[in-house]
């Protein structure tokens, strides 16, 4: 059993921060692929950045410049520094962890609003 807990969402103004984090729990492979994705309404669910245990990054062209990605693999965690944040942001943000031999998993996701 895996489990996926998210923190940091919340509301901020355009122009401001928020760190998402994402502890993982339970039976992880050691070789594992952690990420954040978002869905806003009415909208399907995007890839926003994804890490693998070796620190090879992938970013939305939307986000790059603004959010950085990064990860303790000690702590099975995974967090995702948003800056420059837009109303266009606004989203349910989701953690993902995907091992080849066991599949996704999946967060309860966090908020995140942006005021204009």
């Known amino acids: 059993q895996v489990q996926l807990v998210e923190s940091g969402g919340g509301l901020v103004q355009a122009g401001g921060s928020l760190r998402l984090s994402c502890v993982a729990s339970?039976?992880?492979?050691?070789?594992?692929?952690m990420g954040w994705y978002r869905q806003a309404p009415g909208k399907q669910r995007e890839l926003v950045a994804s890490?693998?245990?070796?620190?090879?990054?992938n970013y939305a062209d939307s986000v790059k410049g603004r959010f950085t990605i990064s990860r303790d693999n000690a702590k099975n965690t995974v967090y995702l520094q948003m800056n420059s944040l837009k109303p266009e942001d606004t989203a349910v943000y989701y953690c993902?962890?995907?091992?080849?031999?066991?599949?996704?998993?999946w967060g309860q996701g966090t908020q995140v609003t942006v005021s204009s």
């Open positions: 339970g039976r992880i492979f050691r070789f594992n692929v």
């Open positions: 993902k962890l995907a091992m080849e031999t066991t599949g996704d998993y």
């Open positions: 890490i693998t245990t070796a620190g090879s990054t």
